[in-house]
């Protein structure tokens, strides 16, 4: 789940990030938040967050006492539980191979 922004989108901004760019990814930029209804400088901040979220997510860091680090190994361990649902999905033909 990524955490949201608790900053107003536009609001209280005193810091300035410079950075150069080639024409071409300018252009990109321009075209994508143009799309989206934004601005240059909120969709580059956005994106940039956004990024910057799941860098930092996929390095998170948590600490268990062995009690607890035993329990989640066993968990990680552990067979699946029977899953009717999930077995008639796998098993079922997509639409696209049912011709």
């Known amino acids: 789940m990524q955490k949201k922004s608790t900053e107003p989108v536009n609001r209280n901004r005193n810091l300035t990030i410079n950075i150069r760019v080639h024409q071409t990814q300018r252009d990109l930029i321009d075209h994508a938040a143009e799309i989206l209804g934004k601005n240059r400088s909120d969709f580059m901040l956005e994106a940039a967050c956004r990024e910057a979220e799941a860098v930092l997510l996929e390095r998170r860091l948590f600490i268990l006492d062995d009690a607890k680090f ?13 899953n009717q649902n999930l077995r008639k999905l796998l098993t079922k033909k997509a639409p696209w191979d049912e011709v």
Do not use: T, V
């Open 70 to 82: 035993k329990q989640f190994m066993d968990a990680l361990d552990a067979p699946p539980m029977e």
